[in-house]
């Protein structure tokens, strides 16, 4: 794949506004994760996302994506994470 920002605007839109681009049967990311008190480790969401929604999505791709839409902090296990939690 090639990481233009074509086509990190693409999943973005896809990520965000799912079901307005046809897709159903996916939830969006406000659908997936509400705010939280502790950060959890980047890595770790990024699992509960793949596992919610059921379809791959390339790993920089959703890290782009979520540094564009949350704001990076550390995680109590030292990793950058976001301060999200899975709905």
């Known amino acids: 794949m090639n990481l233009t920002p074509d086509v990190v605007v693409a999943?973005?839109?896809l990520m965000t506004k799912p079901k307005e681009n046809g897709l159903e049967n996916?939830?969006?990311l406000d659908e997936c994760f509400a705010p939280a008190e502790e950060a959890r480790a980047k890595h770790l969401l990024?699992?509960?996302y793949i596992k919610?929604?059921?379809k791959p999505?390339?790993?920089v791709i959703f890290y782009i994506v979520m540094d564009e839409l949350h704001?990076?902090?550390k995680a109590p296990d030292g990793n950058l994470g976001w301060k999200?939690?899975?709905k």
């Open 52 to 54: 919610l929604i059921g």
């Open 71 to 73: 704001s990076t902090v």
């Open 26 to 28: 996916i939830p969006s």
């Open 57 to 59: 999505v390339p790993k």
């Open 11 to 13: 999943y973005k839109t």
């Open 84 to 86: 999200l939690k899975i």
């Open 46 to 48: 990024y699992e509960d």
